[in-house]
């Protein structure tokens, strides 16, 4: 490709509207333009990454013997009430109507239109088990579309679904795309970690997320320094303490803590640290005929988080999470939300395992403005549960039993499912098996966010100058630079003989012959990432010499023109 043919859109500033590296740099490096919220063009530059990254999770998949197909982005509604995700999935699900009023979704996922295509397709069990995937845009209208591609609305996935008869062979096709998928990772140079996951809206009992870990990451995960347990936080047990719970020393009593709401706030009022104070959250227990919510308090330590996931699993609360309005806690206890606890709440108290240990303790007093001291659970609060409610911290014991956990932060770019029978059922996806007795398809299924992917990508690989692509999914391996070629003959020729030849050598190279300043040049090809520069100047070119730039460690050789197509194949691997 040569420039003069090629749309360079580079950007010399930092767009404002970008807060992390991959999204800058993506905008400035020309990949991407953003035409609404979360919904972008991508340019020839990301364009090409995009085709390199299809393509080795497309050889992937393959590789596992799944079958490519095409679903269709739009999808007709009663599929979705028929899983009966049409009201659950919430606003997340764009609907609209056609001109003859039928009603319809634009795909956030494939599970339903997939499942629609087992039952109809899938006559014998002899054509189990039968893994099918595409490589197609999504559509998920997201609260907080941000950091460009990364959380979009509009993006592209490659989501595959298995079907089977058995469990064994469900599981053997998850271990097969577990695997498929590490190996996409690698192949795209990024440092990941499996971890085990919560299921979220798409269902099932058993699920991993492929984390690329980065600091810019919106999950967090817990790993053991003693063993390979890995999970997402949402997910990470945190065990109970293993120590007795401290019997009561002093009576119970109250202190005015005017205006202290927040955990800070009332520790520094009553003199103690926030790991000596409960802290109460109200949420939504069943809802009631009337239509309002039964409250159900949450007891965590002072200085830990409540995880929402896990406390969403407990039978009787609302899942997902919700919080009560401060308008229900008033009306239900009257106080205000700064001053609750447990102490005389008439209402179901869940209390997580470390705060249960605590003993002595302070907490709100259910009264505005106050604050309760030497509280003890059984003496002065009956009838509490004990669940894991909250996140893990760093320095938790593994819930494996081996080592202590760490927390990094991470980019969810894949997730694998075991989803069992729950679309086969709802939606009457069955096979008859060798009893002559007809029962659901057991299903699997495996996404990949491709462009939250190549997001990633450039989140662990870039530098001041720009973007670093690893060499499997460069947008062009080779840059050729010539200088002032107008001005030389020489530097013309040259540059032009090595640019064909490595074009007949089927080499992605990206022939800058702009008459643009050298400094300009350079710049734009080190923003975009090229991993291999070619310099050809006059000045080097009298000693009979051209100049290579390795982008990664910015390392610079003189390459005699006779052996220099020689070294450079080699270095490109060839
Ligand atoms: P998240 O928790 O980040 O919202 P998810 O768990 O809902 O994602 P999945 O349903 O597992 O997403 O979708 C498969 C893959 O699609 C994810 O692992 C992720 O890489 C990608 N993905 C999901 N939502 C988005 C988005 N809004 N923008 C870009 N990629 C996304
Ligand atoms: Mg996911």
């Not at 099918?132 to 907080?144: G, S």
């Not at 009553?270 to 104070?277: P, Y």
């Not at 409610?389 to 320095?395: H, L, S």
């Not at 679309?423 to 029962?439: C, L, Q």
């Amino acid at each position: 490709m040569r420039t003069s043919n090629y749309l360079i859109s580079t950007l010399k500033e930092n767009p404002v509207e970008a807060s992390v590296d991959s999204h800058r740099l993506m905008l400035r490096a020309g990949m991407i333009r953003q035409i609404a919220s979360g919904v972008y063009t991508w340019l020839p530059t990301g364009m090409r990454v995009l085709s390199k990254v299809t393509k080795i999770v497309r050889e992937e998949m393959d590789r596992t013997g799944a079958l490519e197909i095409a679903m269709p982005m739009v999808q007709p509604a009663e599929l979705w009430k028929e899983s009966g995700r049409y009201t659950k999935y919430g606003p997340e699900l764009c609907r609209f109507k056609d001109r003859k009023q039928n009603e319809f979704a634009l795909g956030p996922t494939h599970e339903e239109v997939v499942t629609d295509i087992a039952r109809r397709e899938i006559k014998t069990v002899r054509q189990l088990p039968l893994c099918l995937y595409q490589i197609q845009n999504k559509f998920r209208d997201e609260i907080r579309p941000r950091f460009g591609v990364m959380r979009g609305r509009e993006f592209l996935m490659k989501d595959a679904y298995s079907f089977h008869i058995t469990k064994e062979s469900l599981n053997k096709t998850y271990k097969d795309m577990y695997d498929a998928y590490s190996r996409v990772f690698t192949r795209m140079g990024l440092e990941f970690r499996p971890v085990e996951a919560d299921t979220g809206s798409i269902g099932g009992n058993h699920s991993h997320e492929f984390q690329a870990l980065a600091d810019a990451g919106e999950d967090i995960i817990a790993w053991s320094d003693g063993s390979s347990y890995a999970a997402n936080i949402e997910m990470a047990e945190a065990l109970a303490p293993n120590v007795e719970r401290k019997a009561p020393t002093k009576e119970l009593y109250e202190v005015a803590t005017p205006g202290a709401c927040s955990v800070e706030e009332a520790a520094k009022a009553l003199g103690v640290e926030a790991e000596g104070v409960v802290k109460s959250l109200i949420v939504h227990g069943p809802k009631n005929e009337d239509g309002s919510y039964e409250l159900v308090m949450l007891c965590l330590r002072g200085d830990h988080e409540l995880n929402e996931v896990k406390a969403g699993k407990i039978d009787g609360i609302q899942d997902p999470l919700e919080f009560a309005t401060d308008e229900e806690i008033v009306k239900f206890t009257g106080a205000a939300v700064g001053s609750l606890g447990p102490v005389g709440f008439k209402g179901r108290v869940i209390v997580d395992r470390t705060a249960d240990k605590m003993s002595d303790f302070a907490c709100g007093a259910n009264k505005t403005g106050f604050h309760l001291m030497s509280v003890n659970w059984d003496r002065d609060v009956k009838g509490y549960e004990v669940f894991d409610i909250r996140n893990v911290v760093e320095g938790d014991p593994s819930p494996d039993g081996q080592g202590t956990l760490h927390l990094r932060r991470g980019i969810e770019v894949g997730q694998v499912f075991m989803l069992g029978t729950k679309y086969s059922e709802a939606m009457g996806a069955t096979i008859t098996d060798e009893n002559g007795k007809s029962v659901p398809m057991i299903m699997g299924c495996y996404g990949i966010g491709v462009t939250r992917a190549i997001a990633a990508v450039i989140e662990q690989h870039h530098d001041d100058r720009g973007i670093v692509w690893p060499e499997s999914i460069a947008p062009f391996s080779v840059a050729i630079v010539a200088i002032k070629s107008s001005k030389s003959e020489q530097v013309k020729e040259t540059a032009e003989k090595l640019y064909e030849k490595l074009q007949s050598l089927g080499i992605d190279v990206l022939y800058d012959d702009r008459d643009e300043r050298p400094g300009v040049m350079f710049a734009d090809m080190e923003l975009m990432g090229i991993p291999h520069i070619i310099t050809i100047g006059d000045k080097s070119l009298k000693d009979g010499n051209i100049e290579y730039k390795l982008r990664r460690t910015g390392e610079r050789e003189m390459l005699p023109l006779d052996t220099a197509l020689e070294t450079l194949l080699k270095k490109l691997g060839r």
